[in-house]
Every structure is written in C-alpha cells, then in structure tokens.
C-alpha cells in the first residue's frame, strides 16, 4: 500500500523558514518523480514543486521560485520542501505526491500558516 506522511507544518511569521518532509513507503521512491502541491481555502488546489527521479530535474511555481527548495534523500524514501521568506500567501496544506505533476497518490497533508 502506498503511504506518503507529510510533517514539519506550522505557525511561523512572515519571512520564517520551514523545511517539510514527506516519508515514502509502500512503492519504490527513487525510480518516482516526485512533487509537492497545497490548497488553500478559496484558491484551490496548486502545484508547488516537482523533481525527477532519474535526471534530477528540479521545477517550481513562479509564485515559490527562489524561496523554496525540494530535494530527496533515496535511501530514507524521504521527500523534502525548505521553504525560506514566507509569505501569507503561502499559508496552506500541502501535500507530496507521486508525479512530477503531482497526479498520483498524495498524503494527507500538513498545515502550514504564515501569519505576523
């Protein structure tokens, strides 16, 4: 069964950092490409960031180019998003998922809030 475990949500300020993980088991992680999407209420659900198993190709939304950051560890099965400058804007659930795309299995979720 595929499992995909998000963590590292919370209450920051304006300008914080967060690192997220997401634990992966269940299907073999290193051959996946790999994304990260969050839904606010009101905006719907959006694409983050995405990663390639094989080239290591990297991808962002305009809107989190520069400040966010995704990387893998292969051997944790682990997903990573630091996300660095928040915003409110940013303020959110996000989710990892299977895909570069995002349209594969996703986790539950966890809640960031960026607020002063």
């Known amino acids: 069964e595929v499992q995909l475990v998000e963590s590292g949500g919370g209450l920051v300020k304006p300008g914080d950092s967060l690192r997220l993980s997401c634990a992966a088991s269940g299907f073999t992680f290193g051959i996946n490409d790999m994304s990260w999407l969050r839904q606010s209420p009101g905006k719907g659900r959006e694409w983050v960031s995405g990663l390639t198993a094989f080239e290591g190709g990297t991808y962002y939304a305009d809107s989190v180019k520069g400040r966010f950051t995704i990387s893998r560890d292969n051997g944790k099965k682990t997903l990573y998003l630091q996300m660095n400058d928040l915003k409110p804007e940013d303020t959110a659930v996000y989710f990892c998922?299977?895909?570069?795309?995002?349209?594969?299995?996703r986790g539950q979720g966890t809640q960031v809030t960026v607020s002063s």
């Open positions: 998922a299977i895909g570069k795309d995002g349209s594969g299995a």
